[in-house]
């Protein structure tokens, strides 16, 4: 299965972009990049997915590397309620579509 | 409002004594999936099911069943629980798993003595 690597823990300011990187080396061409942030005491969230073309919505925007062997989720303004933990998922053939959830980013927001 | 709806959210058995868990969708989606989420491993999958009828097992589908005979829902059910089987879990659905964001419940913390 198509693994990801992501940063264990990120800091950032509030009311600032954040960035936060995701490696996936070993995509394959129909794997879909998902991310899900879960925050505390929470079910997983939706944020956003793609394929090979960037991505925005109202929560984020979704950065792909031309190669598809990196993604980057950038929050344009984070607040407080941004704190939790983001997941870099793939999915696709290999897995049946199914999700394989790695440990995740956890961001932490400081006022 | 759009959304998964799990029973009970907590509950505290014993060793060996049948218990149900239940997920219920009301988005009409095709898709549904049961995960386990324990300290420092993540969130595994226990099983999935792409319609009615259709189920899969997924990475820790030991100790567990699961059905599917209508679209809305899918339970969840420990035959004999176990301590090990103590952990937080999620059901999920989508329309299909194949690039559609996937709606999870509000998890079931279930710990088993």
């Known amino acids: 299965d198509a693994k990801t690597t992501q940063p264990n823990s990120m800091e950032s300011n509030e009311e600032e972009p954040v960035h936060l990187p995701c490696n996936h080396s070993t995509i394959s061409g129909t794997d879909y990049i998902h991310w899900y942030r879960q925050l505390p005491s929470q079910g997983p969230e939706y944020v956003i997915h793609?394929?090979?073309?960037?991505v925005n919505n109202r929560m984020a925007s979704l950065a792909i590397a031309e190669d598809r062997k990196s993604s980057t989720l950038i929050l344009h303004r984070a607040t407080l309620r941004d704190a939790a933990v983001y997941y870099c998922?793939?999915?696709?053939?290999?897995?049946?579509?199914?999700?394989?959830w790695g440990a995740g980013t956890k961001l932490i927001i400081k006022p | 409002e759009a959304q998964v709806t799990q029973n009970p959210r907590y509950l505290i058995t014993v060793t060996g004594k049948k218990l149900t868990v239940t997920c219920s969708q009301n988005m009409n989606h095709e898709y549904m999936s049961w995960y386990r989420q324990d300290p420092g491993l993540g969130l595994r999958q226990i099983y999935y099911s792409m319609n009615v009828e259709v189920t899969d097992k997924g990475d820790v589908p030991e100790g567990y069943k699961v059905s599917r005979k209508e679209k809305r829902n899918f339970p969840l059910i420990l035959e004999s629980p176990s301590p090990n089987q103590t952990s937080l879990y999620f059901c999920?659905?989508?329309?299909?798993?194949?690039?559609?964001?996937?709606?999870f419940g509000d998890g079931t913390r279930l710990s088993i003595l």
């Open positions: 793609g394929l090979t073309s960037n």
């Open positions: 999920a659905s989508s329309f299909l798993p194949q690039g559609q964001p996937q709606h």
């Open positions: 998922i793939l999915s696709g053939t290999d897995s049946n579509y199914q999700l394989i």
